[in-house]
């Protein structure tokens, strides 16, 4: 595969998970904290918690996959400010 296209591909899923941790972190923040584990209210919560959870691991990978595809970037630009000296 192109890299360019793993790149752009990487930035997508990498979106789509951002925006799904966001609305499910705020759907959860917004929903009642009461109730109990009898409270259909509370199983939507804790439903939402975990999808958020997964979601932020996923999140974590591909933020790593991204850095690692952008690997060459980062070290030009970190030689170019002096943060890293050439070998």
């Known amino acids: 595969m192109e890299t360019s296209v793993a ?3 990487i ?7 951002f925006v799904l941790m966001l609305i499910t972190g705020v ?3 917004l929903l009642p904290h009461g109730g109990g584990p009898a409270s259909a209210v509370y199983g939507l919560r804790q439903g939402l918690r975990t999808v958020h959870q997964v979601g ?3 999140f974590s ?5 991204h850095l690692l595809l ?3 970037y980062i070290r030009q630009n970190l030689k170019k400010f002096g943060l ?3 070998r």
């Open 61 to 65: 990978l591909t933020i790593g996959i």
């Open 7 to 9: 790149r752009w591909r």
């Open 11 to 17: 930035n997508v899923v990498a979106f789509v998970l």
């Open 56 to 58: 932020a691991l996923l």
């Open 84 to 86: 890293l000296k050439d």
């Open 27 to 29: 759907a959860a923040w």
């Open 70 to 72: 952008h690997g060459r």
